[in-house]
């Protein structure tokens, strides 16, 4: 039996228009963001796109602005209004800055004309820097994807590109006007009506190390081959996010039993974020995910690698289905419907979305690991790209975070750190090394520092 929905239009459109011009609702996922991110906590996650040779600023400006243009939902600001926030229109197109040694810090969403967005630029490297109270890491691949093939369009290395149909691709052809779906509130429009809520989870255990100097965001990069990764999980009968999972699990449990004295938390718990389009049809370019939590409780004693590889198969398996997810959107959208809710001044809705989101956001939860797959391009883009990076967003209370991308048969395994300790990447890296995964690993703070 299928779930009932009940969606209503009157909360799937963010999109409006008055005397000022347009303006945007923030979706569900992104109305958090603003009350709980700073110039440190920046809720910047990170894509960076290496091509075979220095871009051309000028024609990157170009399509950057072009870019911009058919994403008009994306070139946008941050406004306060006295109920809720919105997202205002900007006017211009968004400027081209050079890179810096430490990504996604020293921007703070909430001040006055900021965009939502960076784009960046050092040596063969561009780098597009996204807050999530915009998008995700779909809509934010999209806006990549786009902005390459504008870029190779200009260069005259693909004149003809937008010739071809390339919807597959995720890439949005400029001359065709942008549709509300792409827009809209998915999580809204996917509204299954009145569920109950999931379980409460456990407090989870969190690292505790001294941070970083402020501003230092540490990025430690591991490649490895797809195809070994893969062989790895098949053996095993799992999935690549499920083998990652484990080996992140057995992390976690590695310094927690090594520390002088067990800590009061014994629950520790990854969050592994989940595309919902896999589940429900939509094609906004706006937030559309949840996340499923792998927890072991540290009590029970260490666990054998093997055994976390088979709990973590089956944890998966229990809530990466549409039942489970809806559970999720149903607690979390619910109260954009309710009047009460939505009658409160907003200075109030800020101090209460920082405690729900304390208890209910990274409380729960002792790191994350976010797999976005294997990008996949035309090859007339493909052959002016080297490689591709995905940094997560810098999170104080979890300290230490991952993300993961593909590019051919390279897996780019990417930690972000506010943490002075580099235990839990070396006990990951290690980790992958043992099952015969071969790994080439380093600090790119440690050498851009040096250059």
Request: glycine share 6%.
């Amino acid at each position: 039996m299928g779930l009932k929905k009940k969606s209503d239009s009157r909360f799937i459109h963010t999109k409006y228009v008055d005397e000022s011009g347009a303006w945007y609702v923030l979706d569900n996922a992104g109305i958090i963001m603003p009350p709980v991110t700073d110039a440190v906590a920046t809720g910047l996650f990170r894509f960076e796109l290496y091509l075979s040779e220095e871009p051309d600023r000028a024609i990157l400006q170009k399509a950057l602005a072009e870019t911009a243009n058919r994403f008009p939902y994306f070139n946008v600001h941050l406004k306060r209004g006295f109920f809720w926030y919105y997202l205002e229109q900007c006017r211009s197109a968004p400027p081209l800055e050079d890179d810096s040694t430490s990504p996604s810090q020293g921007y703070d969403i909430n001040k006055k004309g900021l965009r939502m967005f960076r784009l960046r630029v050092q040596g063969k490297r561009i780098s597009a820097e996204f807050s999530h109270a915009l998008t995700d890491g779909s809509g934010a691949m999209a806006f990549m994807k786009t902005l390459l093939a504008l870029y190779c369009r200009g260069k005259g290395y693909a004149p003809n590109i937008f010739a071809e149909n390339l919807e597959t691709y995720g890439i949005l052809n400029p001359e065709t006007p942008p549709s509300a779906a792409e827009y809209e509130d998915a999580y809204q429009r996917h509204f299954p009506g009145k569920l109950p809520p999931p379980e409460p989870y456990p407090k989870a255990w969190h690292l505790k190390e001294p941070l970083l100097p402020k501003g230092e965001y540490r990025i430690i990069e591991g490649t490895a081959s797809t195809r070994e990764v893969l062989e790895a999980a098949k053996k095993r009968g799992v999935t690549m996010n499920e083998l990652l999972g484990a080996v992140y699990l057995d992390a976690l449990q590695e310094i927690w039993f090594s520390l002088p004295r067990q800590p009061r938390e014994h629950f520790i718990s990854l969050e592994i974020p989940v595309n919902l389009r896999r589940f429900f049809p939509s094609r906004t370019n706006r937030n559309f995910s949840l996340f499923i939590l792998l927890s072991e409780n540290l009590l029970l004693g260490k666990r054998d690698f093997e055994e976390l590889v088979q709990r973590a198969h089956y944890q998966m398996k229990l809530e990466n289905d549409p039942r489970s997810i809806a559970r999720q959107i149903t607690r979390n959208a619910g109260s954009a419907r309710n009047l009460a809710v939505r009658l409160v001044p907003l200075f109030m809705k800020d101090f209460f979305a920082r405690i729900l989101f304390a208890k209910f956001g990274e409380t729960m939860l002792s790191g994350f690991i976010s797999n976005l797959g294997t990008v996949s391009l035309p090859a007339a883009l493909a052959e002016h790209v080297e490689r591709f990076v995905f940094i997560p967003a810098p999170s104080p209370t979890t300290q230490t975070n991952a993300s993961v991308i593909g590019w051919q048969d390279q897996l780019v395994i990417c930690f972000g750190s506010l943490s002075s300790s580099r235990e839990l990447e070396k006990y990951f890296f290690r980790r992958l090394r043992s099952l015969g995964i071969r790994v080439a690993v380093r600090c790119r703070n440690d050498e851009e520092s040096h250059s």
